[in-house]
């Protein structure tokens, strides 16, 4: 057993569940050659007895440094980002200031930030995606937060941002104190990370994915952010599952606070989750003998989703708008990925949107493109309904 990512406290004796056939990533999916020697893997979740964070005890994904987000094709995050932006650049009066994303990507949510009076630069790993984020204009450098004394270019910042990046780290203790050092005095910042009381709450096991070795509360995030030097001002959920903190940096030391939620019962009920879900998913099969069934979504869900029940086996292939996953095959379930106009070539008779948070544009896509006679299902929480 390895120690937590966040307190460095042992995980012996802390595993609850364990999952397999899980895909080994949710991104650089294997293509035609690469597909022959993929498989699924066995993933163990903790939760650390010492700070309570919950969190798998493996190795991270290779590309961890690297962000690779099909979000920024989404009408709906878009907006989101625009509605945050404008009240963080409000609240802490940051106009004509200079902010950083720590794991830009391709630059698409620099792009809503060039709407605001403010400097925005990003800094990515991965050179192909920083090259093409300066390729449209942004102020993007190929750099990461490797240790906590980096020198990130054009610093010191104001502000940075920091989306749905924090639980892919190994070591997030380093991210955070190399940001901070990167802040001026009074420099302040925007997280976001999906929400474990949301998968228990919704007992959606299928929101968890090798990728995501963190999965963290307010209260285990707070834990981690005061151990490096911030303050948390200021907290909601957005789109449904996603936990988001505004937060300044502090000289003065932050007591921690030792008491933590217990998540054993929440934990192993997930392991009931997966066993109702595979059984509804059986039934909606057999509902549709004769007929063909797609999944829309090459999402981690929809990956989990196809490695662990029967839906990998039933799915003819995976509609998704994103260019970049179009032609490779979804991890452990090995379905191909398709573009909606390659859908449309061999229209399925039923669609599964395994998407949570955009099935009601997706819906509205499939009602538009697709033929009426689709029958349209969605998975919401631990359920499958149909979408008339």
């Not at 797609?294 to 994103?322: M, N, P």
Request: hydrophobic fraction near 35%; include cysteine.
């Amino acid at each position: 057993m390895g120690n937590c990512i966040s307190c460095k406290e042992s995980l012996t004796n802390t595993e609850i569940i364990a999952f397999d056939n899980m895909p080994a990533v949710a991104q650089h999916m294997p293509d035609k050659e690469q597909v022959k020697n993929d498989r699924g893997i066995h993933l163990p979740l903790c939760q650390c007895k010492k700070c309570g964070l919950i969190q798998f005890d493996c190795e991270p994904v290779e590309y961890y440094r690297d962000v690779i987000r099909a979000g920024g094709y989404s009408t709906t995050m878009v907006e989101l980002r625009r509605r945050q932006y404008q009240e963080f650049i409000k609240c802490y009066q940051l106009e004509g200031k200079k902010i950083i994303e720590a794991g830009c990507g391709r630059g698409e949510f620099l792009r809503v930030l060039k709407e605001f009076p403010v400097k925005g630069y990003g800094i990515e790993h991965d050179p192909s995606l920083a090259e093409i984020a300066k390729e449209s204009g942004l102020l993007v450098s190929c750099d990461f937060t490797e240790t906590i004394d980096q020198k990130l270019p054009n610093g010191p910042f104001d502000a940075f941002l920091s989306f749905n990046f924090l639980e892919h780290q190994p070591s997030p203790d380093v991210m955070l104190t190399c940001l901070y050092n990167n802040l001026t005095d009074d420099g302040v910042g925007l997280i976001t990370v999906p929400s474990f009381e949301y998968i228990t709450d919704h007992n959606t096991y299928y929101e968890l994915i090798h990728d995501h070795l963190a999965y963290y509360t307010f209260d285990s995030l707070t834990y981690l952010l005061n151990q490096n030097g911030f303050i948390v001002e200021s907290k909601e959920m957005i789109n449904r599952d996603t936990l988001s903190v505004m937060v300044k940096k502090t000289k003065t030391p932050i007591s921690q606070v030792s008491s933590w939620k217990d998540f054993t019962k929440e934990i192993t009920a997930l392991g009931d989750s997966l066993a109702s879900i595979r059984e509804q998913m059986k039934a909606l099969s057999e509902s549709l003998t004769g007929k063909n069934l797609a999944i829309w979504g090459a999402s981690h869900q929809g990956f989990t989703l196809a490695a662990t029940t029967c839906l990998g086996e039933k799915a003819e292939y995976i509609i998704d708008s994103a260019p970049f996953k179009h032609g490779k095959y979804a991890p452990a379930s090995h379905l191909i990925i398709v573009s909606p106009d390659e859908a449309l070539k061999n229209v399925p008779d039923a669609i599964l949107i395994a998407a949570p948070g955009y099935t009601d544009e997706i819906s509205n896509v499939i009602r538009v493109r697709f033929p009426k006679t689709v029958r349209i299902f969605a998975i919401r929480s631990n359920k499958i309904e149909e979408i008339l």
